[in-house]
Structures are given as structure tokens and as C-alpha cells.
């Protein structure tokens, strides 16, 4: 059995046998860099459309499984912690191979929608991450990379 996916359904199988909601990590990953692309749209003027550096310096994210489901945390610069399915993304995952974990999270209100897009790799510690945003003030695409552990492994 490939190594990504043992991760995964041992988290899965630890979450069943414990009847709380107790979230397990499978990976933990710090501060965030990449290059954003902004539309000219909404409130991006024409001088600040285009490619931008981008980062999160602050907070980071976690691939965890609670019960019988995948999820993303979110620690922001204050330490509050967030989820993507508990602000209303719906995650699945993709694919499970030898070495990567690919995960995909749509939010979507009616009014904005966002597409993100999370590759695991377990032997490199790191995670690539996409997001697209389309809402009234602000349409933009983002790449990061983030380094990871794996605490399973």
C-alpha cells in the first residue's frame, strides 16, 4: 500500500474508533509565499492588475480527518482556527498516490465563488496550493507553496 494513502485511511480508521469529533492531523504546514494575478475588476484599478508577490506570513494550514471526512484548518496571525467545511467549503478529496495528496475545496455564496486546490507531498514536506476568486470587488488567481510535516509518517 502506497505510503500517502496508508496516511490517509489509518487517520480515517483512528477517527472511527474514537467516537468524538477529535480532529487527526495528517499534515501540518506553516507561512505560505507565492505570486497572485489580479483582474482589472471590481476595485483593482488598472495599475495594480497583473502579477503580484503574495504571501501569508503569519498562521498556516492543516489536512485533517474527523470522523469519516477530509478538512482543511486554518490558523490565521491571531491563532483563531478555522475550517473549510465549517465556513461552508465543500471538500473532497481527489487522489490518494505513492507519494501526493490532492485535495479540493469549493466555496461558493451565490455571490463570490472560490476554487482551491491543495497537492501533499509527503517526501518533499511540502504543500502546492491554488485558489480562484471571483467576487464583486476583487477576481484573482494565486499559487503558494508551503513547507509541511507529516506527523503519521
Not at 1 to 23: D, P, R, T, W
Not at 66 to 83: C, E, H, K, N
Not at 108 to 129: C, L, P, Q, R
Request: charged share 15%.
Amino acid at each position: 500500500m502506497n505510503k500517502a494513502l496508508y496516511l490517509v485511511l489509518a487517520m480515517i480508521g483512528c477517527s472511527v474508533l474514537h467516537s468524538g469529533a477529535k480532529a487527526e492531523v495528517i499534515a501540518s504546514c506553516g507561512p505560505s509565499d507565492g505570486q497572485a494575478y489580479f483582474l482589472e475588476s471590481g476595485v483593482v484599478s488598472s495599475a495594480d492588475a497583473g502579477f503580484q508577490p503574495d504571501e501569508i506570513t503569519e498562521g498556516g494550514l492543516s489536512l485533517s480527518v474527523t470522523d469519516d471526512a477530509v478538512d482543511l484548518l486554518f490558523r490565521d496571525a491571531t491563532g483563531q482556527i478555522s475550517s473549510a467545511t465549517g465556513s461552508g467549503g465543500n471538500v473532497v478529496l481527489l487522489n490518494v498516490s505513492d507519494e501526493l495528496i490532492h485535495v479540493l475545496v469549493v466555496y461558493d455564496t451565490g455571490i463570490a465563488s472560490t476554487a482551491e486546490s491543495y497537492i501533499f507531498d509527503i517526501d518533499s514536506g511540502e504543500v502546492i496550493w491554488t485558489q480562484s476568486r471571483a467576487t464583486p470587488l476583487i477576481s484573482k488567481a494565486v499559487v503558494f507553496r508551503s513547507a509541511c510535516r507529516f506527523p503519521m509518517q
